[in-house]
């Protein structure tokens, strides 16, 4: 099923692309927006910015660097406005607030400086708040005005904070005023840059932190160290967190290095994609003796936090070694980061369901959060603490394939917790802020969320939930980089020409799990040459894949892929399709339990002798039906109508090749076996030219043969009235509900009727259910429950 090449998202994106320089969709994004979606200009400012910067994992200057082309428009702007105007503007363009009435006391002017001149063209005003009209021009104004300038803007803030009460917001402004350090700006500082994260604001609280260890000494310093690395951190920019990290651990301070010993772990994992389980033990066996809880408390949160990273990573041995070190930590007290153990997220990802005991409460709830970040800042229980938990329940609830309650549990933690829209300006906080996810914590959200809803084969959903985060969040960070190999590998499933965001994702996320990288491009390939006929191709890849000393990313977060069984039997290979039917049977944990079954009724048609395949096709159609994916049930039943065609079972076979279609376009998935024997022609004609009118044709003809033999007469008919049979005739034959009202003369409503009873009574959803099941003899439906029961 080919799908039309959907038109590019990101004009500018694709364009720094063609150049060479790797920059992230959410990058290229920001930087549009700042530069009035002006495609030279976006190209111009990121050859100036730094490959860290364009890559998303470092900071974006603020402003702007401004280019020649800027200067040129706006130069002239600024120079026909008065000095007052001017003045206006810089405060404005430095402010971190968007109240009017501040703008005005600052610059100790009255409303009309502003709507008296040039700049009311310059400066949009709206129920008591402003916003200068064109962001360029902010950057222009920031960077003609000279450093006496700048101060003395920031100097008015301050002044004007200060009058109003709001002692957080004038240390700012004071401590960009001053040319030296000022000491005691650090702990106002300190607690605005808390607030700022608490409220989800990281990029706002690493600026702040950042300023504030420009000024700390002693114990504020060190403070100021770990917060900035762990804002940055849940900014996304890790190139940053582990710089800044780096520093806080090796700082005289043992209570918060130990504090920042987690977030440093997190930060240098997702920057290198090595977990520092070296340094964290190091550390720990420096200043974990003679120390009280508090520490205690920190190193088992590192420990815990490195052991759910190398879980992440599908490295069992390593996260359950460092998990146990973590269990043995006892601290009296909760400290700032409470012990969150890892038990429920390990078990999850590593070894199939947890246990009740450790992982669910009652009800299916979590107990115990997993550790999937370090805590934003010090609290009971965090929003990271709290999303981490909806996680590691959600992915606990897909693991036994109950999609749609993991998909409850996160769409309410991100209903809680994310964001809407852009981050009030500090000054229309509400004291204390509410708290909400950071860009990290969310990106966490969003990946997962994607991700059960590949498992349950919701393909389009998950891919459009993907490309809608990208442009505004690090989702490359999360899961050793599972959002990115998912992205790409939905594109191939719905044989899609790869997207300008998954290629900036691809090349733009920092250290992606190397293993993982190689086995998902293996199984990439081996998908797309299926798909082109080439089965000895595809196998090939996959007996590579088999070779490999793991199973890379799989292990942990297993993606879509289809039917290696099926591609390495069609292709010869039949001691390796052996192999991997063995370790199906095995009950691989990586598989969920029904897939997993779909999975082995695939693989036995697949590898069945002559005699096998009746009994073999029987028992897998009646499997199809149970497989709570589409995916599945779509490749389920492609497989039931080859074994059929093998039977000399054409109409059946054809049936259920229609009903493989249907789940087709319900996943969004696209046929994986577009070129092979010369019976599919018909099959594959449908497919690629994805039909409506025709598909409908042909199924009606499939419908037409089972009415003649089927209507009315088989057991599932028995309990239908004479009128709800008629219904049924007709709907069989592939008449419409108009048709049928027509036919029948009753209304269309009448009609519908009839047909919901007709549905409730069968127990079919669809049409081409109710097809499907009158084509089929009363006695293979009940040997096929039985077998299915067995």
């Not at 009311?120 to 402003?130: E, I, N, P, Q, T």
């Not at 690629?688 to 409908?696: D, F, H, K």
């Not at 049409?767 to 089929?776: C, N, P, Q």
Request: hydrophobic share 45%; proline share 5%.
């Amino acid at each position: 099923m080919r799908r039309p090449a959907r038109q590019d998202e990101n004009a500018s994106l694709a364009d720094l692309l063609a150049t060479g320089m790797l920059v992230a969709p959410d990058v290229c994004d920001l930087l549009e927006n700042r530069l009035g979606r002006d495609a030279a200009s976006v190209r111009e400012v990121a050859t100036r910015l730094t490959d860290g910067q364009r890559r998303g994992v470092a900071a974006l200057p603020d402003p702007l660097p401004v280019t020649p082309a800027q200067s040129e428009v706006y130069d002239p702007v600024i120079e026909r406005l008065t000095d007052i105007e001017r003045s206006i503007l810089l405060i404005a363009a430095v402010s971190v607030v968007d109240r009017t009435d501040v703008l005005l006391e600052a610059a100790s002017a009255g409303m009309d400086a502003i709507i008296g001149g040039d700049l009311a063209r310059h400066l949009r005003l709206v129920s008591g708040r402003f916003a200068i009209a064109d962001p360029r021009l902010r950057a222009v104004a920031h960077e003609r005005a000279d450093l006496g300038e700048r101060t003395a803007a920031h100097a008015a803030l301050a002044r004007t904070h200060a009058r109003r009460g709001q002692r957080l917001l004038s240390a700012w402004h004071a401590a960009l005023s001053t040319l030296e350090g000022d000491e005691t700006l650090a702990p106002p500082l300190i607690e605005l840059a808390r607030d700022a994260l608490v409220a989800g604001d990281a990029r706002w609280a690493f600026a702040v932190a950042r300023e504030s260890a420009s000024h700390a000494t002693g114990a504020d310093l060190a403070r100021a160290l770990r917060l900035a690395g762990t804002a940055a951190l849940h900014a996304g920019w890790v190139e940053d967190a582990a710089a800044w990290l780096s520093r806080s651990v090796d700082s005289d301070d043992d209570v918060e290095a130990a504090r920042g010993l987690a977030s440093y772990a997190t930060a240098v994992t997702l920057s290198s994609g090595v977990v520092p389980e070296d340094e964290v033990l190091s550390f720990a066996a420096d200043v974990e003796a003679g120390h009280g809880s508090d520490i205690q408390a920190s190193i088992a949160a590192a420990l815990d936090a490195t052991a759910a990273l190398f879980a992440e990573r599908g490295d069992a041995g390593c996260a359950e070694r460092t998990r146990k070190r973590a269990s043995s930590h006892d601290p009296v007290g909760p400290g700032p980061f409470p012990v969150r153990p890892s038990a429920a997220w390990c078990d999850a990802l590593l070894a199939g369901l947890p246990s009740t005991d450790s992982a669910a409460g009652d009800h299916g709830r979590m107990r115990r959060p997993m550790h999937v970040l370090p805590a934003a800042s010090p609290g009971v229980e965090s929003v990271a603490d709290r999303c981490a938990r909806a996680i590691t329940e959600a992915v606990v609830l897909a693991r036994s394939e109950n999609f749609d309650a993991a998909r409850v549990v996160l769409s309410r933690a991100a209903r809680r917790f994310a964001p809407t829209g852009a981050f009030p300006s500090p000054g229309s906080r509400e004291a204390p802020p509410r708290p909400r996810a950071t860009p990290l914590v969310e990106a966490h959200l969003v990946v997962a969320h994607a991700l059960v809803d590949a498992w349950s084969g919701r393909f389009d959903a998950a891919a459009t939930e993907l490309a809608d985060a990208a442009v505004r969040l690090p989702i490359g960070l999360p899961f050793a980089g599972a959002g990115v190999a998912l992205a790409r590998r939905l594109e191939v499933l719905m044989d899609l020409p790869a997207s300008t965001t998954t290629e900036a994702l691809s090349v733009a996320t920092p250290a992606l799990e190397r293993e993982g990288e190689i086995v998902d491009g293996l199984i990439d390939a081996a998908i797309r040459r299926r798909r082109d006929g080439d089965m000895l191709g595809a196998a090939s890849r996959l007996a590579i894949v088999s070779t490999r000393p793991s199973p890379g990313r799989a292990a942990s977060f297993p993606l879509p892929e289809g039917d290696r069984v099926v591609v390495l039997a069609r292709a010869g290979m039949l001691d390796r399709a052996e192999d991997e039917l063995g370790r199906l049977h095995r009950a691989d944990p990586h598989v969920f339990p029904f897939a997993r079954l779909g999975l082995i009724a695939r693989a036995e048609l697949a590898t069945s002798t002559v005699s096998e395949l009746p009994g073999r096709a029987v028992a897998a159609e009646a499997i199809a039906g149970r497989l709570p994916s589409p995916f599945d049930r779509a490749m389920t039943n492609r497989a039931v109508s080859e074994a059929l065609y093998e039977l000399d079972d054409a109409r059946r076979a054809r049936l259920a090749q229609v009903a493989s279609l249907e789940h087709l376009r319900e996943s969004g998935a696209a046929e994986l076996d577009q070129a092979g024997d010369d019976r599919f022609d018909l099959d594959r004609a449908v497919t690629r030219r994805a039909s409506g009118t025709l598909i409908a044709r042909v199924a009606q003809d499939m419908r037409d043969v089972a009415a003649e033999d089927h209507a009315g007469e088989e057991p599932w008919a028995r309990d239908l009235t004479t009128r709800e049979r008629e219904v049924a005739g007709l709907v069989i034959r592939g008449r419409s509900n108009r048709e049928v009202a027509a036919a029948l003369h009753v209304a269309v409503r009448t009609v519908e009727v009839h047909l919901g009873h007709v549905f409730a009574k069968t127990g079919v959803r669809s049409r081409t259910e109710l097809s499907f099941l009158a084509s089929r003899p009363s006695e293979t439906v009940r040997r096929a429950v039985g077998d299915s029961s067995t």
